[in-house]
């Protein structure tokens, strides 16, 4: 079984600041990676994901995740947000064996503020 | 693209009532799912489907159903309404283990 944690529930940042959302995990398998955004009254849209090889991985709007299996991380950043980033931030992880699920940790609020 | 589509989007009902969660995907995705979002809880897995005619439970199944007749739709069924079922409801499809989640919009759906 898989778990996600994401440490801040909540994260206000000015805008054109740099951002890091965090996400830790704990499983007994390889695992896929993955954030997604939820902007309000939306269904979830893909960021980025991680499957394998290059350990930094690029997505849409800027954002950028690093794969830390040491530290069984998953951090979401960007180098400079915009007031459109302001939504909730989901990191999940999956198991790569059939019939695997994702499993979603809590979700992070990004407020990006003028 | 129609993607996932969910319907309705709002729902009230009453305690006791019964309804469908209607979901349906144009992509041929194999899996899909049925998550309940609850504030600061994040997503939790109510059921999943790995193809037609395939259902599992996920991590919250009580008080409710699923069918896969088809490859496309997978409604989500509550046949008693509480007041803990009141939640926002999502559809997801993905086409393999690895392959991107697509999500519905959502379902608000409020049990008084």
């Known amino acids: 079984a898989q778990s996600v944690t994401q440490l801040d529930s909540q994260v206000p940042v000015f805008e054109e600041a740099p951002v890091e959302l965090r996400c830790n995990y704990s499983s007994s398998v390889s695992v896929y990676l993955f954030w997604y955004v939820q902007y309000p009254n939306q269904g979830l849209q893909l960021l980025l994901k991680?499957?394998?090889?290059?350990?930094l991985v690029k997505g849409i709007n800027g954002f950028e995740a690093e794969f830390n299996k040491s530290q069984t991380s998953f951090h979401l950043r960007k180098p400079s947000v915009h007031i459109s980033d302001t939504a909730e931030y989901f990191c999940?992880?999956?198991?790569?064996?059939?019939?695997?699920?994702?499993?979603f940790g809590p979700g992070t609020r990004l407020s990006v503020l003028p | 693209n129609a993607g996932v589509t969910q319907t309705p989007k709002f729902r009230i009902l009453k305690i006791g009532q019964s309804m469908t969660l209607q979901c349906a995907q144009d992509m041929n995705h194999n899996y899909m799912y049925w998550y309940r979002q609850d504030p600061g809880m994040g997503l939790k897995l109510i059921y999943y489907?790995?193809?037609?005619?395939?259902?599992d439970k996920g991590e919250v199944p009580n008080g409710y159903n699923v069918s896969r007749s088809t490859t496309e739709d997978f409604p989500l069924r509550l046949e008693l309404a509480a007041p803990s079922q009141t939640s926002v409801y999502f559809c997801a499809s993905s086409p393999n283990a690895g392959g991107k989640a697509f999500f519905g919009q959502g379902t608000r759906l409020t049990v008084v």
């Open positions: 999940a992880v999956r198991g790569d064996n059939y019939g695997q699920n994702f499993v």
């Open positions: 991680y499957l394998s090889g290059s350990t």
């Open positions: 489907s790995v193809g037609a005619g395939i259902t």
